[in-house]
């Protein structure tokens, strides 16, 4: 079944779709542990850039494309001396690069999944940066404690959002930021941002990333397969978004939306 209808299929039964999603990255923290595999998410290029984006040491090059996502998520508002939560930390790359280049004073990366956490707590030992398990929509931290939330290609994945909404801005500090990126079928994203809305969050800024996540897959794709020649199966494919999948054509023609997002508590 395509990725994308098996989501849709799931999004009609919230506990089965966290339970589905838990289970296909406890899957992959268990058999693909690859070190070269640290980032799970569509990357960014912007299209037509002229610079080569930031400054990366050698060593995070190969992983350009998937930084720079963060580097635009993340690097919304300034993060140097902050308390950082990531909901959805994943293979744990995105969570290094933002503690290592965006200087944070603290930054706790969580996922459902333990074996993913338990991949990364292995793989990353940076100052100030830990992994914990924990769920997107009972976040096991007491209010008012970071001053920024970020969540980057996760919440499709989960059962309710508002319910996640509402853990967002209970954790987050009075004048704390809500650094969210994800997408949406293009005929969703009214109901998105009222969703938003509904939940107490003010909108700071929007940005339509989906021309950027369609020129990253378009110059990952020849890495991406060879990455997972031996993860041959459409489903996979599907997951990975590579050139003919049903989500790239999606991206492509804009009937899926990448949108980017600074909110804060209204």
């Known amino acids: 079944m395509l990725l994308g209808r098996l989501v849709s299929l799931a999004g009609r039964l919230p506990a089965s779709k ?70 959805g ?13 965006l200087e944070p004073r603290r930054y706790v990366g969580i996922d459902l999944s333990p074996r993913a956490v ?9 100052p100030g940066l830990s992994f914990e398990v924990g769920d997107a929509e009972r976040l096991p931290f007491g209010d008012a404690s970071f001053d920024v939330v970020l969540n980057v290609e996760s919440s499709h994945c989960y059962g309710h959002l ?50 950027g996540v369609v020129a990253a897959l378009d110059a990952d794709d020849d890495a991406k397969r060879a990455l997972i020649a031996s ?14 999948s049903e989500l790239y054509g999606l991206f492509r023609s804009g009937a899926c939306q990448y949108r980017a997002f600074v909110l804060a508590p209204a």
Request: charged residues 25%; glycine residues 8%; positive net charge.
């Open 118 to 126: 338990a991949l990364c707590r292995t793989r990353f030992d940076v």
């Open 231 to 244: 993860l041959v199966g459409r489903a996979f494919r599907e997951f990975a978004a590579l050139r003919g």
């Open 18 to 87: 966290r339970l589905l999603w838990r289970s296909w990255y406890q899957f992959l923290a268990t058999r693909y542990r690859d070190p070269r595999w640290t980032f799970m998410n569509y990357g960014y290029r912007s299209p037509g850039m002229s610079t080569a984006g930031p400054i990366l040491d050698t060593a995070d090059e190969a992983d350009r494309s998937c930084i720079q996502l963060y580097d635009v998520v993340a690097g919304a508002v300034p993060l140097a001396g902050r308390d950082v939560l990531e909901v």
């Open 89 to 101: 930390s994943g293979r744990g790359g995105g969570a290094s690069y933002v503690a290592r280049y």
């Open 162 to 211: 508002p319910a996640f909404l509402g853990e967002v801005r209970r954790v987050l500090r009075p004048r704390g930021s809500f650094l969210y990126a994800d997408f949406r079928p293009a005929d969703e994203l009214e109901a998105w941002r009222a969703t938003l809305a509904a939940a107490g969050f003010e909108l700071r800024s929007e940005r339509n990333l989906t021309p």
